[in-house]
């Protein structure tokens, strides 16, 4: 099973700042990474799927990179609404498809 | 509109069982997959099983061997969850997740259900 290892924890940023999330897999998954936002009471949703290709309506601020075992979420200018939580998903090597810890992004 | 909508809140007995429920509409349910991902209170996201809707197939996390059964209706663009010998660590909130396409390129994990609060308790 392939783990997936999210830093920071909790991260602390003002509105405007740049946020950049981290996930690190146990091994190799290539480039099969997701990258999903989840708000209290509501279904995760889907950012970034292919570690770097944006979902349908995903606004340009954010966007994603990496391959093999590490990838970065970024956030290039917080608004109010992307504070939540972010989860990393691998389906390379599957099942079990696997989720990071999350991270948690709070207004600072 | 393409949507996911999920059976509502359910509380049951340790030992007990309980059937989830997920009915899609706007697309061609049998030419997608479909996944259970499970969460735990103030947990991260485990992924359950999954559902191949055209053929029925199916595979499931190690640990819910024996426990879960993931069925589909075709006729009904229905899916469905069913855990076993519920115990208190099963408590969560279980979506149903559209997955791959059989049939042509597609974003998986792109449409979730609005989730289904199971709630094991004596």
């Known amino acids: 099973e392939i783990v997936l290892t999210q830093s920071p924890g909790t991260l602390s940023l003002s509105p405007g700042e740049r946020a950049t999330l981290s996930c690190r897999a146990s091994?190799?998954?290539?480039?099969?990474l997701a990258w999903f936002q989840q708000k209290p009471g509501q279904a995760p949703r889907l950012l970034i799927y292919?570690?770097?290709k944006r979902a349908t309506g995903i606004p340009a601020r954010f966007s994603g990179s990496g391959s093999g075992t590490d990838f970065t979420l970024t956030i290039s200018s917080l608004e109010p609404e992307d504070f939540a939580v972010y989860y990393c998903?691998?389906?390379?090597?599957?099942?079990?498809?696997?989720f990071g810890q999350g991270t948690r992004l709070e207004i600072k | 509109q393409v949507h996911l909508v999920q059976s509502g809140a359910e509380v049951k007995k340790p030992g007990a069982s309980v059937k989830v429920s997920c009915k899609a509409s706007?697309?061609?349910?049998?030419?997608?997959?479909m996944h259970w991902v499970r969460q735990a209170p103030g947990q991260s996201l485990e992924w359950v099983g999954w559902?191949?809707?055209?053929?029925?197939?199916?595979q499931f996390l190690q640990k819910f061997q024996g426990r879960v059964t993931i069925t589909r209706d075709t006729s009904a663009s229905a899916a469905y969850m069913e855990l076993s010998s519920l115990r208190s660590e099963d408590t969560a909130i279980y979506y149903c997740?559209?997955?791959?396409?059989?049939?042509?390129?597609?974003?998986?994990?792109?449409?979730w259900g609005q989730g289904t609060m199971v709630t094991v308790s004596s």
């Open positions: 997740v559209r997955g791959s396409s059989t049939t042509m390129i597609a974003v998986p994990f792109d449409l």
């Open positions: 706007g697309y061609n349910f049998a030419t997608y997959t």
């Open positions: 559902i191949n809707s055209g053929d029925g197939n199916t």
């Open positions: 091994q190799s998954i290539a480039s099969y």
């Open positions: 292919d570690a770097s």
């Open positions: 998903q691998q389906r390379s090597h599957w099942p079990p498809i696997t």
